[in-house]
């Protein structure tokens, strides 16, 4: 998104995600998409080049965002000062390259070739880092390589800003049409104005916004009349800097309040503050991915946080640097602290964040004293991915005054301030206990051993949160993290002089070294390479071209966006949307299913369910047996199918679906199998075919015989795990002439597809085609889930004569394929003194159906592991 600033007079270029972007956001805005990038016919980017070279796509469904957002990381980076870099690269760093695709997600490739091809464009990268490619053979210079990969010139990567849209620049643009209506406002009065005007419009619903990237966690179900733009208010977009701190309007984005924090003026501030600043900056770029930190809100941010209990990391960093709240509620202006603005009850939309400022931060120094006094401030962060894009465990920022005495040593505690967040409270909070007994205590083992102690009974306050005892471990090792540097370990205090007080124990040159470790603490802390190897393969002309780097076809249609998926096709004249309701019962009957409202939601035209089958009541079919496409009176287990609702949209389906309420009977009923244990125990087994039955090797029973040593039983459990292919289910059913059926499905195994529809619709198998064009991931869950899908579309597009098509939401395709099967693996290891193996028996055990692959996975990982040992004559 490029966006033209006539006072500056320059172009501001960022990447936004599009699924989170209201389009009349966009007004006055350039854009430039993937196909925008480089395509077919006016010939690809570098970058899409460098993609295909590198083996960088390989189900495609990702890589048009990966280009774009390298695409934006070069154009930014070009518009720096740094040095003019060598023909075919840019400005772009190594690390900058990385961190430039940290907020897409790919399941095929690992990253390897994708972080390859970024690389590539760096003027510091190494060579011999960059993995197997299509571009240069083994041996060949630098030079030789950096000839044949595709030329870049940074002169032209900006992005052209249309000159005419320059003139048609109007900050606050109001836009209407019969359904919405779109106000921008350019001050405070006009925004106290609309906000009046919509209180006073009975029934008129409204929605404030800047970014609108709340939307990616809080979906939304609700319809709105009117939307209010904040972004061209400046009161509520400028950064104002002043010996008494930073404030940031609540419309800035997150990026540039990060921009703003580590690039503030070197004379303005102490020290201190400035480490307080960068500290802050470093971790809000740890806050969702840059794409969403290019259009969230700090405001935005802190709003969530106090009206929906969001985990916001914003809220816990400024919370110990005591930061200030400016709100405006209706006319009347308020000044408060951040903790007394989050503890308030949550906000209406009456309700606007003005900005916030952090105060400037200085120690206290007293020359006259014998007293060195330093000011500590650290953050902490646990996540699943350490760059960003996933919602904290933990959260936690500490501010602490820590001063040393001349005459005596050690470090005196003479201010704390302790705040944790995203663990179970409904707003980030203070520690004061903990607080309370840390200030001006002298830091010991004990001291700290007792805090830690205390914070572990007090951290996690409410019942019914997800891993306790592990958040609690979180919060200690963060509090011990940052103060372990200040107190003297236990192995250099004499054990019979061990009582609490090490202060008498210390030496000067001690102090100093508390001192120094203060000062690391507070240090930049080195962001290392994310990846960083050699990558040798040995390749044989025995084969060709089989382990040869043959680019793959189709490659750079995907990378510019202009490969078709199923989705991609667009919807015939008259189209409906699918959506399932799902069992929320492991095992039970269904009674009945109705609607809340009692009657059917909007847009809904149908609801189809076993008994709308024309043929045969089928879903898919496999070696262990039929699987029905609707349950028609008893469900097996949650996530099982009991029917379709069709609307005139799929966000009016899924509403639809939402809403829907099921009666249950579960009477007379045994209670469901949930563990691999329960089954075993209750013989619940299904019956193996013969061609997956293992031949048996060897004599197991003389081989255990003949062993000096056993081991008597051994395990390994794998719990269900989540295929997580890109694009979720898929299908559009389309009804053709001569009671005919063409299906596009997102599907691994048309075959399969195909013989299941056609019995599933009664109809000869040469009426019914499948076609698959192209899937974004399927990893085996796209082979037999995908044809219940793609049955369920086709059964409605047959009773309603008219095309149906359905894509997944994320949860529904989750708790509906269910996933990779728990297991279980027990094996059994005879071995002789030597230490050789003479017997290894392998029994898998897989809850509710058995794969092939996963079996022989498990088998490998066991036998994997024992490969330490001597397999002797085992065969």
């Not at 399941?107 to 690389?119: N, V």
Request: charged share 20%; hydrophobic share 35%; net charge neutral.
């Amino acid at each position: 998104m490029s966006k033209y600033d006539p006072v500056l007079d320059q172009v501001e270029d960022s990447t936004v995600s599009s699924c989170l972007t209201l389009l009349c956001s966009l007004n006055g805005c350039s854009i430039t998409t993937a196909e925008g990038v480089g395509n077919s016919k006016d010939g690809f980017h570098p970058i899409q080049e460098r993609f295909v070279g590198f083996h960088a796509s390989q189900c495609g469904f990702c890589t048009p965002g990966m280009c774009v957002s390298l695409y934006s990381a070069l154009v930014n980076a070009d518009k720096t000062n740094r040095p003019k870099p060598c023909p075919g690269f840019s400005k772009l760093t190594v690390t900058e390259a990385e961190k430039a695709i940290a907020g897409n997600l790919c399941r095929c490739t690992g990253y390897r070739p994708i972080a390859d091809a970024c690389k590539s464009f760096s003027s510091d990268v190494d060579m011999e880092d960059l993995g197997y490619n299509s571009f240069w053979k083994k041996g060949e210079s630098d030079e030789v390589k950096m000839s044949r990969l595709p030329a870049y010139n940074h002169n032209h990567a900006s992005s052209k800003f249309p000159e005419f849209l320059k003139k048609e620049i109007k900050a606050g643009a109001n836009l209407g049409s019969k359904l919405y209506h779109w106000y921008s406002p350019t001050s405070i009065e006009q925004l106290q104005s609309s906000l009046q005007k919509n209180e006073a419009e009975d029934g008129t619903s409204m929605k404030i916004v800047v970014g609108n990237t709340g939307t990616g966690y809080y979906k939304e179900q609700e319809h709105y009349d009117k939307y209010i733009d904040l972004k061209h208010i400046p009161e509520l977009s400028i950064i104002v800097q002043d010996q008494t701190g930073i404030e940031i309007g609540a419309a800035v984005t997150i990026s540039k309040a990060i921009e703003a924090l580590k690039q503030n003026k070197m004379g303005d501030f102490p020290l201190d503050s400035k480490t307080v600043f960068k500290k802050i900056s470093d971790h809000m770029e740890k806050i969702a991915s840059g794409f969403v930190r290019n259009s969230g809100s700090v405001g935005g941010n802190l709003m969530m946080a106090q009206r929906k209990q969001f985990p916001s990391d914003i809220a816990t960093i400024l919370l110990p640097v005591e930061a200030i709240v400016n709100i405006m509620i209706g006319q009347k202006l308020e000044k408060l602290t951040l903790e007394e603005f989050l503890g308030r009850p949550p906000l209406d939309s009456k309700a606007i964040l003005l900005s916030i400022k952090i105060p400037s931060w200085e120690s206290t120094k007293d020359i006259s004293s014998q007293t060195d006094t330093k000011l500590l401030f650290e953050t902490y962060r646990a996540a699943p991915r350490p760059l960003g894009n996933a919602l904290p465990y933990l959260n936690a920022a500490f501010l602490a005054e820590v001063s040393f005495s001349r005459n005596s040593t050690g470090a005196t505690l003479n201010n704390c301030r302790l705040a944790f967040g995203a663990y179970a409270a409904k707003h980030p909070i203070r520690a004061r206990t903990v607080e309370k007994f840390l200030i001006g205590k002298v830091l010991s083992v004990s001291v700290l051993y007792e805090a830690i102690k205390l914070l572990g009974t007090t951290i996690i306050q409410e019942d019914g949160i997800s891993s306790p005892a592990y958040k609690s471990s979180l919060a200690v090792g963060f509090l011990y993290e940052f103060l372990s540097p200040l107190v003297r370990t236990p192995d250099e205090i004499p054990g019979d002089q061990f009582n609490g007080n090490n202060s008498a124990l210390l030496h000067v040159d001690y102090n100093n070294e508390l001192k120094e470790n203060c000062d690391e603490l507070n240090g930049t802390k080195i962001s290392t390479l994310l990846s960083s190897s050699k990558q040798i393969i040995q390749s044989s002309k025995e084969y060709h071209p089989v382990g040869q780097p043959v680019t793959k076809a189709g490659a750079a249609i995907q990378a510019s966006g202009e490969a078709v998926f199923v989705d991609d096709i667009p919807a015939p004249s008259n189209c409906l949307y699918g959506a399932f309701i799902y069992s929320t019962e492991p095992l039970a009957r269904v009674k009945s299913v109705s609607f809340k409202s009692g009657s059917p939601p909007v847009g809904v035209t149908a609801v189809i369910s076993a008994k709308d089958i024309p043929g045969k009541n089928l879903g898919c079919r496999s070696v262990f047996g039929d699987e029905p496409l609707y349950a028609d009176e008893l469900v097996q287990c949650a996530g099982d199918r009991i029917a379709l609702v069709v609307a005139d949209t799929q966000r009016h389906a899924d509403l639809a679906a939402n809403l829907a309420v099921i009666d249950y009977d579960k009477e007379n009923l045994n209670p469901p199998i949930l563990s691999v244990e329960e089954a075993v125990k209750r013989g619940s087994f299904f019956e193996i075919p013969p061609f997956l039955n293992p031949e048996q090797v060897g004599d197991f029973s003389k081989g255990m015989a003949e062993a000096d040593h056993q081991i008597l039983s051994a395990e390994i459990k794998l719990g269900s795990q989540y295929y997580f292919y890109m694009e979720t289910q898929t299908t559009l059913a389309v009804p053709d002439e001569d009671d005919s059926m063409v299906v596009y499905s997102s599907i691994q195994c048309p075959q399969i597809a195909h013989e299941t529809l056609a019995q599933c619709l009664g109809l000869p198998a040469n009426n019914i085609r499948v076609i698959t064009r192209r899937i974004g991931g399927g990893f085996g869950g796209k082979t037999i889930r995908a044809v219940s899908v793609a049955a369920a579309c086709a059964v409605a597009a047959y009773k309603l004569q008219r095309p149906v098509r359905t894509y997944l939401n994320r949860k529904t395709d989750m708790i509906m394929a269910g996933g990779r099967h728990p297991m279980k693996v027990t094996y059994t290891v005879g071995f002789k003194d030597s230490g050789k193996i003479t017997a290894l028996k392998l029994e898998i055990l897989i809850d509710a159906g058995v794969f092939q692959d996963i079996s022989i996975m498990m088998a490998y990982t066991v036998v994997e592991t024992l490969k330490r040992y001597d397999w002797g004559a085992l065969n």
